[in-house]
T-cell receptor, first 114, second 114 residues
Framework: SQTIHQWPATLVQPVGSPLSLECTVEGTSNPNLYWYRQAAGRGLQLLFY??????ISSEVPQNLSASRPQDRQFILSSKKLLLSDSGFYLC?????????????FGQGTRLTVV | AQSVAQPEDQVNVAEGNPLTVKCTYS??????LFWYVQYPNRGLQFLLK??????LVKGSYGFEAEFNKSQTSFHLKKPSALVSDSALYFCAVRGGDNFNKFYFGSGTKLNVKP
């Protein structure tokens, strides 16, 4: 069966520090991968998605970047965190080229920038 | 452009009563619709989806949803609410200009009182 791992679960970082959040998927190949941010426990904002290694689509211009160095690894990064980067970050995957399938989410990372 | 609207920030219902969480969508072409549930500080869990066929879709934990093409709605329902159903519910649509992307509503907080 497929599983998605996201870590760390919680993170407290000072303003101006770098960020690296990692997400890996097991049990599937060639997935679509997604990074979402959820602010104040409400709506989901799509930050990035990827349909293949090295292929990143950015949805919102911001202080963050994403990379996909391996087929089942998706990394969210920042060189210098801002207070506004605080939030709940969710990684997700879906089956590529299959519009019938749902997205599967990781357990999330709670980032607090202080 | 594709979008999902959840007109109610919060829904309150007594345990044992039926519940409805509303969702309307806007998408070009055929819609692929999904419902998710989120418990505090956790990722989203898939409940059910509509792809094609019967307008009444049954999902996990006794939930069902009714697809109405003329009203562009996909409301989530349950005949008898449980206190444990209290959570944040998200409607999502996939499709239109880019099937790689999932568009989420703003979420509806369901409170089930004993």
């Amino acid at each position: 069966s497929q599983t998605i791992h996201q870590w760390p679960a919680t993170l407290v970082q000072p303003v101006g520090s770098p960020l690296s959040l990692e997400c890996t998927v097991e049990g599937t190949s060639n997935p679509n991968l997604y990074w979402y941010r959820q602010a104040a426990g409400r709506g989901l904002q799509l930050l990035f998605y990827s349909v293949g290694i090295g292929q990143i689509s950015s949805e919102v211009p911001q202080n963050l970047s994403a990379s996909r160095p391996q087929d089942r690894q998706f990394i969210l990064s920042s060189k210098k965190l801002l207070l506004s980067d605080s939030g709940f970050y969710l990684c997700a995957w879906s089956v590529r080229h299959n519009r019938d399938t749902e997205a599967f989410f990781g357990q999330g990372t709670r980032l607090t920038v202080v | 452009a594709q979008s999902v609207a959840q007109p109610e920030d919060q829904v309150n219902v007594a345990e044992g009563n039926p519940l409805t969480v509303k969702c309307t969508y806007s998408v070009s072409g055929n819609p692929y619709l999904f419902w998710y549930v989120q418990y505090p500080n956790r990722g989203l869990q898939f409940l059910l989806k509509y792809i094609t066929g019967d307008n009444l879709v049954k999902g996990s934990y006794g939930f069902e949803a009714e697809f109405n093409k003329s009203q562009t709605s996909f409301h989530l329902k349950k005949p008898s609410a449980l206190v444990s159903d209290s959570a944040l519910y998200f409607c999502a649509v996939r499709g239109g200009d880019n099937f790689n992307k999932f568009y989420f509503g703003s979420g509806t907080k369901l409170n089930v009182k004993p």
